[in-house]
Every structure is written in C-alpha cells, then in structure tokens.
C-alpha cells in the first residue's frame, strides 16, 4: 500500500530527528496534505495507527492538515486556490494557471519530548 511506505518513511524521518535532538519522545507529528497529493488521509492514518508503536515515534499523535489546491495566472500573476477543480484564474478568468500548490504529502513539524536540564540539581 502507498500510504504505508509513505508513513514508513515518514516515521523514519522523525526517529532521526529525535535521535539528532536526543529527545525522549515525540509528541506531535504534524503533515500537510494536498488534493492532488494523491494520499488518502483516512489511510495515512490508518497505516499510522498501525507502524506508529513499533518505532521510536511509539505514543506521538499525528496531525493531518489539508492544504488547499493553489495555482497561479500565468497572465495577470495572481495567486490564488482552486475550487471544485475549477482551472481559471479568480481574478482575469485566464485557463493559463500554474498549479502552485496541493500536490504534497510532506513533514511540516514535529514536537519533541526533550530531557529537563538537571542545572539546579
Ligand atoms: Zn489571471
């Protein structure tokens, strides 16, 4: 399954970077997703749920934002979102539109658990 080895990879990303930080534990995953991604969000959590306890992620929760379709006018440059896959610019009504954004699955943040600093002890 897609999903699955994209979550892998994912879980891989953050075991290293709690290990970079020498966190104990991760807290929060947060992705971004786009329309276009071609990720189903229901089976990115799924396959979420299912690999998270078997790494070093064990306990962190996942946060799913889904990022708007956005695109620009190659005739009048506006930047502007995509709705109901409507391909023409907002502003001039051109169809000469760049897809800007909305094809992502990618890691947006993740918060880590890190050791107090024993300083006072
Ligand atoms: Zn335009």
Redesign the pocket.
């Known amino acids: 399954m897609h999903e699955a080895s994209l979550v892998r990879s994912l879980l891989r990303q953050v075991g290293e970077l709690l290990f970079e930080h020498e966190a104990e534990a991760v807290v929060t995953i947060r992705v971004e997703m786009g329309p276009l991604s071609g990720v189903e969000r229901v089976l990115v959590e799924l396959a979420f749920a299912d690999l998270v306890e078997s790494t070093e992620c064990r306990g962190a929760n996942l946060i799913v934002e889904e990022v708007p379709l956005s695109a620009r ?1 190659r ?2 440059a ?1 930047d502007f979102e995509i709705e109901r896959f409507r391909f023409a ?1 907002s ?2 009504g ?1 169809s000469r539109v760049q897809v800007t954004g909305g094809e992502e699955f990618r890691l947006l943040d993740v918060e880590l658990k890190v050791p107090q600093e024993s300083g006072s002890l």
Request: net charge negative; hydrophobic share 10%; with cysteine.
């Open positions: 006018c005739d009048c506006a610019c502003h001039c051109s």
